[in-house]
């Protein structure tokens, strides 16, 4: 079992997300939470590329303890010293040299022959040893580069000192296999390979960095290179979190370890995405708010029964709170059930939950997910609800700038189902008016409140509505994401309550067929 190396690139390679720059007090913050995270490498900057970019690396070599401060440079001199001159005060210094290895990026970028950019990277690594003894030596776009030119290019870095030799796929070019292969071909066949670390940096153009860096670590790879939520250039960088999880997880497969405080994963990545300003997508492995949450039937009733049955690990080894039931139109009557149970609502009657269980499917038909403070509304509204004389069947209006607000209301009562329409001042006005014309019930209507339960624009719309009635004062309260139908419900929970307490009402005279 190998201990592979987490080298952490977020504030290099991260920041190189389009749309990213990070402050030096940003850079810290962030660089002393990799610390907490334990990570083996932090690839702090590039020093040669800014002012801002040299301080960031200089105060974090300075204040941050634990990990390897690592810089990047370029196979030029003035890159190096610069790059040896911010790490002067770190506890433990890398120097990070790299070059190109493609015929593509020879003759396109570089501009130079073979032979030349082995001498540049030999002198460069020498130049680097001078300062300190760990350096990495990187040559870009290695998934499309001749074999033979890689292996007399690495041998060459690790003759001249080289402690570290990585293979990037810069362009996120390779296959799993393919990139494995590379590795087995290089570590077999460069001179020296037996005495250094062998690295991945893989890119995710094709979605496949995180299982490019896997094959390789399978291949004999040592160290990963990677980001926090996979940021960098593109596509991204293999995401750390995913990388850490599944060599965690995995165990019985790679049989290798990390160093990485777990626990620490969802803090960090929270943090970079904050000061990033870049959005975690919610099904994002390991830290997406998707990652732990359950909202199908099927997989809720497993979860409940043994939480194995569809998590692979638990959220509290990542640092989150334990996975949640997502209580959504698939979520099943268990689920329903134990939520309840956890709002404190464990004692209520079978009957009251298939009724309660029934309001909630039809609004998971609405609403993208219903909320705790949702299902508390529904249970109030259910455990005051009296004997239903009056059911709303539908309710429809038309309102704007400029036109008369029409209603029309459809309710059945057990003598058969009555319809109405009215105008009024307003929508909630004319929808009143049109349930008076059906019921024929004399009510005044006291006070009127409408409150948002939840946030969002589908939250709730909960209306109380305070009535009075040939003597009597009655309290209604009506649920709904539509506002008006809301209203409607207040004024037939009111109509309901009357019935209750006196005679049934005689039929209306206006029937629909």
Same mark, same amino acid.
């Given at each position: 079992?190998?201990?592979?190396?987490? *080298?952490?690139?977020?504030?290099?390679?991260?920041?190189?997300?389009?749309?990213?720059?990070?402050?030096?007090?940003? =850079?810290?913050?962030?660089?002393?939470?990799?610390?907490?995270? @334990?990570?083996?490498?932090?690839?702090?900057?590039?020093?040669?590329?800014?002012?801002? #970019?040299?301080?960031?690396?200089?105060?974090?070599?300075?204040?941050? !303890?634990?990990?390897?401060?690592?810089?990047?440079?370029?196979?030029?001199?003035?890159?190096?010293? /610069?790059?040896?001159?911010?790490?002067? /005060?770190?506890?433990?210094?890398?120097?990070?040299?790299?070059?190109?290895?493609?015929?593509?990026?020879?003759?396109?970028?570089?501009?130079?022959?073979?032979?030349?950019?082995?001498?540049?990277?030999?002198?460069?690594? !020498?130049?680097?040893?001078?300062?300190?003894?760990?350096?990495?030596?990187?040559?870009?776009?290695?998934?499309?580069?001749?074999?033979?030119?890689?292996?007399?290019?690495?041998?060459?870095?690790?003759?001249?000192?080289?402690?570290?030799?990585?293979?990037?796929?810069?362009?996120?070019?390779?296959?799993?296999?393919?990139?494995?292969?590379?590795?087995?071909?290089?570590?077999? !066949?460069?001179?020296?390979?037996?005495?250094?670390?062998?690295?991945?940096?893989?890119?995710?153009?094709?979605?496949?960095?995180?299982?490019?860096?896997?094959?390789?670590?399978?291949?004999?790879?040592?160290?990963?290179?990677?980001?926090? @939520?996979?940021?960098?250039?593109?596509?991204? @960088?293999?995401?750390?979190?995913?990388?850490?999880?599944?060599?965690?997880? %995995?165990?019985?497969?790679?049989?290798?370890?990390?160093?990485?405080?777990?626990?620490?994963?969802?803090? $960090?990545? !929270?943090? +970079?995405?904050?000061?990033?300003?870049?959005?975690?997508?919610?099904?994002?492995?390991? &830290?997406?708010?998707?990652? *732990?949450?359950?909202?199908?039937?099927?997989?809720?009733?497993?979860?409940?029964?043994?939480?194995?049955?569809?998590?692979?690990?638990?959220?509290?080894?990542?640092?989150?709170?334990?996975?949640?039931?997502?209580?959504?139109?698939?979520?099943?009557? /268990?689920?329903?059930?134990?939520?309840?149970?956890?709002?404190?609502?464990?004692?209520?009657?079978?009957?009251? &939950?298939?009724?309660?269980?029934?309001? *909630? =499917?039809?609004?998971?038909?609405?609403?993208?997910?219903?909320?705790?403070?949702?299902?508390?509304?529904?249970?109030?509204?259910?455990?005051? /609800?009296?004997?239903?004389?009056?059911?709303?069947?539908?309710?429809? *209006?038309?309102?704007?700038?400029?036109?008369?607000? +029409?209603?029309?209301?459809?309710? $059945?009562? #057990?003598?058969?189902?009555?319809?109405?329409?009215?105008?009024?001042?307003?929508?909630?006005?004319?929808?009143?008016?049109?349930?008076? %014309?059906?019921?024929?019930?004399?009510?005044?209507?006291?006070?009127?409140?409408?409150?948002?339960?939840?946030?969002?624009?589908?939250?709730?719309?909960?209306?109380?509505?305070?009535?009075?009635?040939?003597?009597?004062?009655?309290?209604?309260?009506?649920?709904?994401?539509?506002?008006?139908?809301? $209203?409607?419900?207040?004024?037939?929970?009111?109509?309901?309550?009357?019935?209750?307490?006196?005679?049934?009402?005689?039929?209306?005279?206006?029937?629909?067929?």
């Amino acid at each position: 079992m190998a201990h592979i190396r987490i *080298f952490d690139t977020t504030l290099r390679d991260g920041e190189q997300t389009p749309g990213v720059a990070l402050n030096t007090a940003q =850079k810290i913050e962030i660089a002393k939470q990799l610390a907490r995270l @334990n990570v083996d490498i932090i690839e702090a900057g590039f020093p040669i590329t800014s002012q801002g #970019d040299f301080e960031a690396v200089d105060r974090i070599a300075r204040e941050v !303890r634990g990990p390897t401060i690592c810089a990047l440079a370029r196979t030029a001199r003035a890159d190096i010293e /610069r790059a040896a001159q911010a790490l002067e /005060r770190a506890e433990r210094a890398r120097i990070h040299v790299f070059t190109s290895g493609s015929k593509i990026h020879l003759e396109h970028m570089l501009r130079k022959t073979e032979d030349e950019v082995v001498s540049a990277s030999v002198e460069s690594v !020498r130049l680097a040893r001078e300062y300190t003894d760990d350096v990495e030596f990187s040559a870009q776009d290695c998934t499309r580069s001749e074999l033979e030119f890689l292996i007399r290019l690495y041998g060459e870095a690790i003759a001249a000192g080289a402690t570290t030799v990585n293979v990037p796929d810069t362009v996120g070019y390779g296959m799993p296999e393919e990139y494995a292969a590379l590795i087995r071909a290089l570590r077999e !066949r460069v001179p020296g390979a037996a005495a250094v670390h062998f690295s991945t940096h893989c890119h995710d153009d094709l979605g496949l960095a995180v299982a490019n860096s896997l094959a390789a670590v399978g291949a004999g790879a040592t160290q990963v290179e990677c980001t926090l @939520n996979g940021l960098g250039e593109r596509a991204g @960088n293999a995401a750390l979190e995913e990388v850490v999880m599944a060599l965690e997880t %995995r165990k019985d497969v790679w049989g290798h370890w990390t160093q990485i405080a777990t626990r620490e994963l969802y803090r $960090s990545s !929270r943090m +970079v995405s904050m000061m990033t300003g870049t959005a975690v997508p919610p099904n994002k492995a390991v &830290v997406g708010d998707n990652a *732990f949450a359950h909202e199908s039937g099927i997989h809720q009733d497993g979860v409940i029964k043994a939480l194995e049955t569809y998590e692979i690990m638990s959220a509290e080894t990542v640092g989150r709170s334990a996975g949640v039931l997502v209580m959504g139109k698939h979520s099943g009557r /268990r689920a329903f059930r134990r939520t309840l149970e956890e709002l404190g609502y464990g004692e209520l009657a079978d009957d009251t &939950v298939n009724a309660l269980f029934k309001a *909630f =499917k039809d609004l998971a038909d609405r609403k993208s997910s219903v909320t705790s403070d949702d299902i508390r509304a529904l249970v109030e509204v259910e455990t005051a /609800r009296v004997p239903q004389t009056y059911v709303l069947e539908a309710v429809q *209006f038309q309102s704007g700038t400029g036109m008369t607000p +029409v209603a029309t209301v459809r309710l $059945s009562t #057990d003598t058969g189902s009555y319809e109405e329409a009215a105008t009024g001042d307003g929508p909630v006005d004319a929808v009143y008016r049109a349930l008076e %014309r059906i019921t024929q019930v004399p009510i005044a209507l006291e006070g009127y409140e409408l409150r948002s339960v939840g946030s969002g624009k589908d939250a709730l719309g909960e209306v109380t509505v305070r009535v009075s009635s040939e003597g009597r004062a009655v309290h209604g309260r009506g649920l709904s994401t539509d506002v008006v139908e809301a $209203s409607a419900r207040a004024y037939v929970d009111v109509l309901n309550k009357l019935a209750a307490g006196v005679a049934r009402l005689a039929a209306p005279a206006v029937t629909t067929p």
